[in-house]
């Protein structure tokens, strides 16, 4: 597994863990939703967003990955 497809795993994961400590329901999830996930992430300096965005915002990427695993309903 390439680290980049490793790290896309492991921000599922962490989402998966997120939304069920907040009671969050699996369905109808939007960018609001993880544009909060985002933000908790990078308040705590997670070491799952040190990545090279290669110009992209990370945002964007990690909403594209939980978009692309079925986490989230709604395109940008």
């Excluded at 795993?9 to 985002?38: H, N």
């Amino acid at each position: 597994m390439t680290r980049g497809l490793r790290r896309q795993v492991l921000i599922v994961r962490e989402w998966d863990r997120w939304t069920r400590q907040r009671g969050i329901p699996r369905y109808g999830l939007t960018a609001r939703e993880t544009l909060k996930f985002y933000t908790e992430l990078d308040a705590s300096k997670s070491s799952l967003l040190e990545f090279n965005p290669r110009g992209r915002d990370k945002w964007r990427i990690v909403h594209g990955w939980l978009l692309v695993a079925g986490r989230v309903d709604e395109y940008i």
